[in-house]
């Protein structure tokens, strides 16, 4: 954990610099034109990478990162002369981390939504964040329709299918703080269904044959919005940085054509479903 204890140090120091509006002092040159590459970052020819553990997508893991976003973002610093530079992240600080200019880019399932965007621009997406359902096998649920003729059903606040969901469930439906509560509910039988971003729900139950997690997406329902249109996960970097953003566009893009993204996710043991992300980028609304 010393490389962790460094970087929050180093993450400190920025931050207390930046107050005073001497960015360049932190972290070296704010351009690449010291390097073979032509992307403008905040370290001179390396890509630093803010990594939100959330798995299989990105797992800090000691300093050596492993997940889908991290075998992408790989590719795209190779093929731009980039070192990448790892950091622990999470969702609290990511975007401001970002615009604070300590790192380029965040890496970890980050819907692209329309109050980020305020913040820091967002790239191509990489997939989507769908909606899971994770129920007993024997029940086969794999529709929120199959979802009424359940007696209990438990998902997290916050996401964007809470409302619908409980229009379509009334009572039936109860609401949890995290995934933890929810999932320690349902374990304990408490719960007919689990209703969770679908990328958290697999590694959750992989080893629990009994369960099986259905994407919802891949029978949408106009009646819960997130089925028929779901978030889309996208890496936001530096706002205004071109140059970053067409080496980051270009790597997706590429990556999604030939179907190295498909591939990432599915060897994750994820639906395939997921790379089917829209031709022009969903932005979730403020409201």
């Given at each position: 954990m010393n490389h962790s204890r460094i970087a929050k140090g180093i993450a400190l120091a920025c931050a207390a610099i930046m107050s005073f509006g001497t960015l360049s002092a932190c972290g070296g040159s704010s351009s690449g034109s010291s390097s073979d590459s032509s992307v403008t970052t905040v370290a001179s020819g390396k890509l630093t990478v803010g990594v939100i553990d959330i798995p299989p997508f990105s797992s800090y893991n000691g300093g050596d990162p492993k997940g889908i976003d991290v075998e992408i973002i790989k590719k795209i610093a190779k093929d731009n002369n980039l070192t990448p530079v790892w950091q622990q992240a999470t969702y609290a600080d990511a975007v401001q981390s970002i615009s604070s200019g300590i790192i380029d880019v965040a890496i970890g399932t980050i819907d692209a939504t329309a109050k980020r965007k305020q913040a820091v621009d967002f790239s191509a997406s990489t997939y989507l964040d769908g909606l899971g359902i994770a129920a007993k096998a024997s029940k086969n649920v794999t529709t929120i329709a199959g979802l009424e003729k359940l007696g209990s059903v438990g998902t997290v606040d916050g996401y964007l299918w809470v409302e619908d969901l409980r229009t379509i469930l009334g009572g039936k439906l109860k609401t949890y703080p995290s995934s933890v509560e929810l999932k320690a509910d349902f374990d304990a039988g408490r719960l007919d269904a689990a209703i969770d971003a679908y990328g958290v729900q697999v590694p959750q139950f992989k080893a629990?044959?009994?369960?099986?997690?259905?994407?919802?997406?891949?029978?949408?329902?106009?009646?819960?919005?997130?089925?028929v249109q779901a978030p889309e996960a996208?890496?936001?970097?530096?706002k205004g940085n071109d140059s970053l953003g067409k080496a980051?566009?270009?790597?997706?893009?590429?990556?999604?054509?030939?179907?190295?993204?498909?591939?990432?996710?599915?060897?994750?043991?994820?639906?395939?479903?997921?790379?089917?992300?829209a031709d022009k980028q969903y932005v979730v609304p403020l409201n």
């Open positions: 629990d044959s009994s369960i099986k997690v259905a994407l919802a997406n891949e029978h949408p329902d106009k009646r819960v919005r997130s089925t996208a890496f936001p970097f530096t980051l566009n270009d790597g997706i893009k590429s990556m999604r054509a030939d179907g190295s993204i498909k591939k990432l996710i599915t060897d994750a043991g994820l639906s395939e479903g997921l790379a089917k992300v």
